[in-house]
């Protein structure tokens, strides 16, 4: 399992592919496939069954999964798209914060 720069809740940008320039928060991170899925980004078409009486189907709009790779962090700070990078947070301990690399301010 591989760990991600990004994860749940972080505003990112689109920079390459069909939704190139959007905006997004994310809403689900899949670190084992390096897939985020981002809101109103990469929307798919779905055909729904009506499983119940009265229940309506149709066609239904729903984002897809894009790879990790094509999205870059906005920092919270700065509002700034930014490689992130990483720093203990304390001396001694294992556990790494990730830092903007255009303003120099904690991004967690």
């Known amino acids: 399992m591989s760990k991600l720069n990004v994860k749940k ?29 981002i809101h109103n980004v990469n929307l798919v078409t779905r055909h729904v069954k009506p499983r119940r009486q009265g229940e309506a189907g149709g066609r239904i709009q729903k984002e897809g999964p894009v790879n990790v790779s094509n999205v870059q962090l906005i920092c919270p700070k700065c509002n700034k798209p930014t490689k992130a990078k990483h ?7 294992t556990k790494s914060l990730r830092v903007c690399s255009v303003c120099g301010k904690d991004i967690d």
């Not at 809740?9 to 390096?34: F, R, Y």
């Open 9 to 37: 809740g972080d505003t990112v940008l689109v920079i390459t592919g069909a939704d190139k320039g959007k905006k997004g928060k994310i809403l689900v991170s899949e670190p084992d496939k390096e897939r985020v899925t």
């Open 87 to 93: 720093r203990l947070a304390e001396v001694g301990k």
